[in-house]
């Protein structure tokens, strides 16, 4: 089984749609995140978590919202999704520290596309 | 805050050429270096990083980079690339603050023919 865990790994949906991606890993670790991979574009930090109590906007928070359940679980909603949200997403995770921060552990990734 | 700059998008080899991928990036501390593969369908794994010590890191696979700090570069290198190498290679940096983040390069898309 996979250590970080994503679904669904593939969505089709319509505008103004509320979607839910949803983590969850079995690493142990403290951190995690929320990224979005487009071509060309490489990997943009959408929201990221150190804790259970902390969450943190990344580089492109705007028409997303996360919740962190528990140490394990991290979802990523998209409230009303848009076509330009059509994109490849990848939870992941890593332990705290300052090397160790560094090297992150992804989940298989979610594709969504927007209509 | 830091960046990372991948300078070329897609890289066309034969097999048992030689590979280098360049990566620099702009930041005014001290940072640990990465490189994160990306095989085609899969999720990104890492390759190899760099925290101190020795400038020329090895990673899995024959893969090595190495940190040449007074040009802020950490080059990927492979001396015979395979077939299955194709992938989509990701520099990345983290400074080494307690709270830090990892920041992407663009990739690179790397090709080898058999």
């Known amino acids: 089984d996979a250590d970080v865990t994503q679904t669904p790994r593939n969505r089709i949906t319509k505008t103004g749609k509320r979607i839910m991606l949803e983590c969850s890993q079995t690493?142990?670790?403290?951190?995690m995140y929320w990224y979005r991979q487009d071509p060309g574009l490489g990997l943009q930090l959408i929201y990221y978590?150190?804790?259970?109590?902390?969450?943190n906007k990344g580089e492109i928070s705007d028409g997303y919202s996360v919740s962190r359940q528990a140490q394990a679980k991290f979802s990523l909603s998209l409230e009303s999704a848009i076509p330009n949200q059509t994109a490849l997403y990848f939870c992941?995770?890593?332990?705290?520290?300052?090397?160790?921060?560094?090297?992150?552990?992804f989940g298989e990734g979610s594709r969504l596309t927007v209509l | 805050a830091q960046s990372v700059s991948q300078h070329n998008h897609h890289v066309i080899l034969s097999e048992a050429a030689s590979l280098e991928l360049g990566c620099n990036y702009s930041?005014?501390?001290?940072?640990?270096l990465f490189w994160y593969v990306q095989y085609p369908g899969q999720h990104l794994q890492l390759l190899l990083k760099?925290?101190?010590?020795?400038?020329l890191v090895k990673g899995i696979k024959g893969f090595e980079a190495e940190f040449i700090k007074s040009k802020f570069s950490f080059n990927l290198r492979k001396p015979s690339v395979q077939w299955s190498d194709t992938a989509e290679y990701f520099c990345?940096?983290?400074?080494?603050?307690?709270?830090?983040?990892?920041?992407f390069g663009k990739g690179i898309t790397l090709s080898v023919r058999p």
């Open positions: 992941a995770t890593s332990e705290a520290g300052t090397g160790s921060a560094g090297e992150l552990f």
């Open positions: 690493k142990g670790h403290d951190r």
């Open positions: 978590s150190f804790d259970v109590k902390d969450i």
């Open positions: 930041y005014g501390g001290t940072v640990n």
């Open positions: 760099y925290f101190s010590g020795d400038p």
């Open positions: 990345a940096v983290n400074s080494t603050g307690a709270n830090s983040k990892l920041t």
